[in-house]
């Protein structure tokens, strides 16, 4: 079993570095998802493209921005 409170102060944490910048939302092309794919780091990405005229892509915007923190 995986005790996951024990996290709490950990995601307490992180949930108050993600509420402190402004978040911003950008149009991209195909050109500039292909320039982030490349991703020289070692870290996971997770990329969702979606457009505010797509239902199902608006009503999941709020279980990605959960989970993110």
Do not use: H
Request: contains cysteine; positive net charge; proline residues 6%.
């Amino acid at each position: 079993m995986i005790n996951w409170l024990t996290k709490n102060d950990l995601i307490n944490k992180q949930t108050e570095k993600w509420d402190k910048p402004p978040i911003s939302v950008e149009t991209i092309v195909a050109e500039g998802v292909a320039e982030l794919r490349k991703n020289g780091t070692l870290k996971v990405r997770l990329f969702n493209i979606w457009t505010t005229t797509c239902g199902p892509c608006v009503a999941e915007f709020p279980k990605l921005v959960t989970t993110a923190l």
